[in-house]
């Protein structure tokens, strides 16, 4: 085990802001997109039953 | 099997919805494992002391960025010689996580030079040529916003990607052909790599995590521009309307 206690795991020997930032900001992206992802999916589904029953008038 | 049967789009559709929990999930897995490795496994640099871990990110981010962009450009190929429909499309749900693994890469490598080299950023041929990357995927991603008819919009998109093709090897290339303050490579294909065995097992085992997340969200994506494409068929008019 690299780490003594959890302050030193979170302190990263110094580096915490940059390693925290770079971890923390592609967990932040991944999420994003994740839920960007899931709302157009269904947005797109709602617009797709809009235009049938428009075209079925 | 026969493979041209997935070049359908209603087959693809069904193939893509049953592919797609098995890429998630795996992606999970190997993300669990690789930050596992990441902080637990990997021992601290002698030199960068806990920064380094940032490579975790960085290298994995910075692979998949031109990894996608070949892919889109390879699919682009396929669709402009054989006009095949679902070619553009997968080069389209493949864009907005090529673009966001592109900045990853570049944030995380600002994030990295800071304490390492004492700036955010320098105007070096390989970070020129990655922030050059970006903004290719940005502008492609515009160029489909602002063409209406798809069709039109594809081939636009297609040859836009296929010029800016050229600065992936540039990229690459960039810290051998210029004098960068960016390291060159770690891992070569021929030679051995010049890195600890856990550290290259960690980038390895996230890399493997971006890849399996990348298809898991391009065919998510790629499902909802087929029913969009397709919405007059049949088969699309039925799922439609028991969604």
Not at chain 2, 63 to 79: E, H, K, P, R
Not at chain 2, 158 to 187: C, D, E, M, R
């Amino acid at each position: 085990m690299v780490w003594q206690s959890a302050a030193d795991f979170w302190a990263m020997g110094g580096y915490g802001l940059y390693v925290w930032g770079s971890f923390g900001a592609t967990a932040l992206g991944v999420a994003l997109e994740v839920w960007l992802l899931g709302r157009g999916q269904r947005a797109g589904i709602k617009q797709l039953q809009r235009m049938q029953r428009w075209e079925a008038e | 099997m026969n493979l041209y049967h997935y070049a359908a789009p209603a087959a693809f559709y069904g193939l893509a919805g049953r592919l797609i929990p098995w890429f998630a999930w795996g992606a999970a897995l190997f993300a669990a494992a690789g930050l596992y490795i990441s902080f637990f496994v990997a021992p601290t640099d002698f030199q960068q002391g806990e920064a380094y871990r940032i490579i975790f990110i960085h290298v994995p981010a910075a692979w998949m960025s031109m990894f996608i962009y070949m892919v889109m450009a390879f699919w682009c190929a396929i669709g402009l010689a054989f006009n095949t429909r679902l070619s553009f499309l997968m080069a389209r749900a493949l864009a907005p996580t090529g673009a966001l693994f592109c900045f990853l890469a570049l944030w995380t490598g600002a994030l990295w030079g800071k304490p390492m080299w004492g700036a955010w950023w320098v105007w070096d041929a390989r970070l020129t040529s990655e922030l050059i990357l970006l903004f290719l995927y940005v502008g492609i991603m515009a160029l489909w916003a602002a063409i209406d008819d798809p069709k039109r919009g594809d081939r636009a998109g297609a040859l836009l990607i296929l010029v800016g093709a050229i600065n992936v090897p540039i990229i690459y290339f960039s810290v051998k052909w210029w004098n960068t303050l960016h390291q060159g490579s770690s891992i070569n294909l021929m030679q051995a790599p010049s890195m600890a065995a856990t550290m290259l097992i960690g980038m390895l085992v996230m890399a493997i995590a971006a890849w399996l997340y990348t298809i898991a969200v391009a065919l998510v994506r790629a499902r909802g521009l087929v029913l969009a494409r397709e919405r007059h068929t049949e088969w699309v008019q039925k799922i439609i309307k028991e969604a």
